[in-house]
């Protein structure tokens, strides 16, 4: 989903619009809100949006996975409703409704095409952009957007900050290396017992690189 973190532009929505902003007790309120003044979006292009259940939270990837909301087919539901979650780690109003849509797109094809032709159609149809599993609002639909987002008011959600993932480096396989010549090779675990080489170029004992702990 695109991200956007211009609280700017929704004050200048505010000024232009003279509305009081509505008021929520939690963020489950605030998000099914949002989803009624999401559904003339879709209806404006003749497609109806099923009953929903909108909840905060990680995707079945969790924490660590890229997904940013996740919408659940009716078959997967006891009652046969939609569910969809959205990552707390997102920041702005913005960003919820942004990811909302894209997961209302899912719950219009409950989750039958994933992100193909279907599910393709009705998002370019309402004004997502880009990348299929990424779209985001387009220019039009984020005015319309920064106008609902306006319209409810304070979003009562306190970020997650997820903690940095350390990239760990996979242990280098054992091998051996020429002092002298550079040359190099891969040494196979049954060998390691029997110690680096002799490089045939320099007729001398290689060093020993890489992880030989477990020999």
Known sequence: M??????????????????????HTNREQWL???????????????????????????PSTGANGRHLGQCWSTKSAVDGINQIFIA???????????????ELVHAVDDCQSGHGENFKRIAKDIGLKGPMRSAGAGEWLKQDLLR??????????????????????????????????????VMLKKHL???????????????????????
């Open 2 to 23: 695109s991200e956007i973190n211009q609280p700017s532009q929704i004050s200048q929505v505010s000024q232009a619009s003279g509305l009081a902003p509505m008021t």
């Open 88 to 102: 707390p780690h997102l920041q702005t109003p913005f960003d919820f409704l942004d990811t909302l849509v894209h």
């Open 148 to 185: 609902i987002a306006e319209k409810l008011g304070t979003f009562p959600h306190g970020r997650l900050s997820l903690p940095v993932r350390s990239m760990q480096k996979a242990p280098k396989r054992p091998g051996a290396k020429c002092a002298k010549c550079g040359y190099e090779v």
């Open 32 to 58: 099914m809100s949002a989803v009624e003044h999401l559904v003339p979006l879709f209806e404006r292009s003749g497609y109806s949006v099923p009953i929903v259940k909108v909840s905060v939270g990680f």
């Open 193 to 215: 017992p029997l110690g680096p080489p002799i490089c045939p170029k320099d007729m001398e004992g290689m060093e020993p690189t890489g992880e030989w702990e477990d020999t």
